[in-house]
């Protein structure tokens, strides 16, 4: 069973930077796809970021368009989450999913938390001044 670990989350503030980690204890072969997902008091969980290993796109929430960078390093199995210009409604808990089914190849989207079986802890994420 492929465990994830986040990292990276804190305190920062408007306009500022951070890079989430999300190690897992298998590599990319052991999912279909492996996305970021992220959850406001009050709101509901949200898809951030996602990457399919059947597609070379790479996808993003409108939201965070332009300003968040999805990446993989499969040398140390680990998917990153760089964000820049953060806002305070980025202020979440971010937590890194993969689909070890294929549902995400099955329905053609890869930003819907239900497709995902495996989940990290998260890591939580503040922007504020």
């Known amino acids: 069973q492929v465990q994830l670990v986040e990292s990276g989350g804190g305190l920062v503030q408007p306009g500022g930077s951070l890079r989430l980690s999300c190690a897992t204890s298998g590599s990319s072969s052991d999912y279909y796809a492996i996305g970021w997902f992220r959850q406001a008091p009050g709101k509901e969980r949200e898809g951030v970021s996602c990457?399919?290993?059947?597609?070379?796109?790479?996808y993003y929430t409108d939201s965070v368009k332009g300003r968040f960078t999805i990446s993989r390093d499969n040398a140390t199995n680990t998917v990153f989450l760089q964000m820049n210009s953060l806002r305070p409604e980025d202020t979440a808990l971010y937590s890194c999913a993969i689909d070890s089914q294929g549902r995400t190849v099955a329905a053609g989207v890869c930003l819907v938390d239900y497709e995902y079986d495996h989940w990290g802890q998260g890591t939580q994420v503040t922007v504020s001044s």
């Open positions: 990457l399919s290993n059947s597609d070379p796109r790479l």
